[in-house]
């Protein structure tokens, strides 16, 4: 066993012998939750609201959607010391307060949300596309949920928009999901009690991910991309920036006399001036892409890294600190985080490959019936 | 870079987040489990001679580099040092059982706060959520571990490891709801100190004499 240097000041021993306990993967994990996350939240909305100039990226919204969903929880069971008693999260969920198991554990309640998400998004997705894949004939009429007819569609249609609610309430509720899990049930790490609007930075967060992503698959299945995804960036990335700001003025203002903050500033400080400084360089690219659409992918990328590293500060550089608010210690992806991290990622894209092979990517017959503009 | 030491640290974050160390006493606990065990520690009686941490290691098969019971070396201001023993409370509101996703922490009907290895997934949320550092995650069997209070033991009519091995009485265990039991007359006669007390967890360790440079 190698021992590491003993950082500076004061902390418990066994914080010594595994500082960081919730690994880089996290990070992924999070990212992921942001991209899934963000497209429910998309495809919910446009639903509801029945928006037109995104209908026609409804079956993309759909398709990443349950991509990202299914390979979402591999992140935290990558995790997980015990991943061979994983199962235990579903039959013995820590869901009811009792004496012997006070509280209720917000894990267990997201374990269960997981499945129920893949299912809404499925339904919602194969509702939309019922029509095509009744138009594709064979074995894609057993996906077409029972339509008989495209007379039928927009009933199913109608279904879709009320199964969108739930999406939508899923939707927030995962990309409110882990700030909200450090914010109130592990409040114990210093630096998470200073955030309290860390949820909404990232459910604006989830929309800058869910964009990059999804006007990605729109290039690669030639589906034009509209201005309004350029707005949806441009508002989540100004908004973000602003509740940085209102962030740093309360910490400078109200918390500067907390010696935890000396901390968080040689932990965080750097890595969130950079955040910062690429979600401006979003917004001005994003504006550039008013102009020229072909820029927005670029935009929306370096508006993704900006997502990661507002992560990344949060799931692992928070716990650099430890719970004595002070020691620092290190952290490092060694090579089967590295591989961990890269599988996750590889496993999404190759879903989402998959399933845009089987599922159409765009609806022509929704387009038909709902009036919208031809591709 | 600037650089605080810890004296300075202790100075400034006990002004602002540790507030003071609260007193307590048998009627201002509000318990309410069973035996609701206990431990009081007499900070001024501990020459920090390790034997309880020894003595638990054995005892429990701890494996190196992690602590169930662990004991920390403080400068008073005026130079003094002290030894301050610490380890699992187990709380009477404890906030490492609340977002255990298994339910494989829990509290016994005695008020223990143990850990069931067939359901501890090793997620590391309570090892997040306990404020003291009492919880580590076991290199050998993958599953957090912690302080039980020796229950294998107390259930069968000894103390627990760390208790027996101390020379100088400094620990001293027992149930709080017993009448007449040495460590309720201790913690209801003395004036004692719990740590962190804003979480609002209300440990089961009582200190006596616990200085507040140590209760971080």
């Given at each position: ?193 200073i ?52 962030e740093l003025l309360r910490v400078s203002f109200i918390l500067s006399?907390?010696?935890?903050i000396?901390?968080l ?111 | ?216």
């Amino acid at each position: 066993m190698s021992w590491p240097a003993y950082p500076e000041g004061y902390m418990y021993p066994n914080e010594f012998f595994e500082p960081i306990v919730w690994k880089p993967i996290m990070t992924a994990y999070t990212t992921m939750i942001a991209i899934a996350s963000g497209l429910a939240i998309l495809m919910g909305l446009t639903l509801i609201l029945n928006y037109k100039p995104l209908l026609r990226y409804l079956p993309l919204m759909g398709i990443l959607g349950i991509a990202s969903t299914l390979v979402l929880l591999l992140g935290p069971l990558a995790d997980l010391r015990r991943p061979d008693q994983a199962f235990q999260i579903f039959i013995s969920p820590h869901i009811m307060p009792s004496n012997t198991y006070p509280g209720i554990s917000y894990i267990a309640i997201v374990a269960y949300m997981w499945p129920i998400t893949i299912i809404v998004f499925t339904l919602v997705t194969l509702l939309v596309i019922s029509a095509d894949l009744l138009a594709k004939g064979g074995y894609y009429r057993i996906l077409a949920l029972g339509l008989k007819s495209e007379a039928e569609y927009p009933s199913y249609y109608r279904i879709a928009r009320i199964l969108a609610v739930i999406l939508l309430i899923l939707g927030l509720a995962w990309a409110f999901y882990y700030p909200g899990l450090l914010f109130i049930a592990e409040s114990k790490l210093m630096l998470y009690n200073i955030t309290p609007l860390l949820p909404l930075t990232y459910t604006l967060g989830a929309l800058v991910a869910s964009i990059f992503i999804l006007s990605i698959a729109s290039i690669l299945t030639r589906i034009h991309l509209d201005n309004i995804m350029v707005k949806i960036i441009i508002v989540s990335a100004l908004s973000i920036i602003f509740i940085k700001l209102i962030e740093l003025l309360r910490v400078s203002f109200i918390l500067s006399n907390i010696p935890v903050i000396d901390s968080l500033t040689r932990v965080m400080g750097g890595i969130i001036i950079l955040t910062v400084i690429l979600l401006i360089l979003t917004v001005i690219l994003g504006l550039y892409s008013l102009r020229d659409i072909r820029i927005l992918p670029l935009a929306s990328f370096i508006g993704f890294v900006a997502v990661i590293l507002d992560r990344w500060v949060y799931s692992i550089s928070v716990q650099q600190v430890s719970k004595t608010g002070i020691a620092i210690f290190s952290v490092h992806i060694d090579f089967v985080e590295a591989l961990l991290i890269s599988s996750l990622i590889l496993l999404f894209l190759g879903l989402a490959v998959i399933l845009s092979v089987i599922l159409p990517t765009r609806s022509v017959i929704l387009e038909k019936v709902l009036g919208g503009e031809k591709l | 870079m600037h650089k605080i030491s810890r004296r300075d640290f202790a100075k400034l974050a006990l002004g602002v987040a540790i507030t003071s160390i609260s007193s307590s006493s048998i009627a201002s606990i509000g318990f309410s489990r069973g035996k609701r065990f206990a431990m009081y520690i007499d900070v001024s009686k501990c020459y920090g001679c390790y034997a309880c941490m020894v003595a638990c290691a054995a005892e429990n098969n701890v494996p190196v580099g992690v602590f169930r019971t662990w004991i920390e070396r403080h400068v008073r201001s005026d130079g003094t040092i002290i030894f301050v023993p610490k380890q699992c409370n187990h709380c009477d509101n404890p906030p490492c059982v609340k977002p255990c996703p298994t339910g494989a922490t829990y509290v016994n009907d005695d008020g223990l706060v143990l850990v069931d290895d067939n359901k501890c997934i090793g997620c590391g949320a309570c090892v997040t959520a306990c404020p003291y550092g009492a919880r580590y995650m076991n290199p050998v069997k993958g599953v957090v571990d912690k302080c039980t209070f020796c229950d294998h033991r107390i259930y069968n009519g000894l103390l627990p490891a760390c208790v027996e091995a101390c020379p100088t009485g400094a620990r001293v265990f027992g149930s709080l709801t017993t009448e007449g039991s040495e460590v309720r007359r201790l913690v209801d006669r003395n004036p004692v100190q719990v740590l962190k007390p804003e979480y609002g967890a209300k440990p089961m360790i009582f200190y006596r004499d616990l200085p507040e440079v140590a209760n971080l």
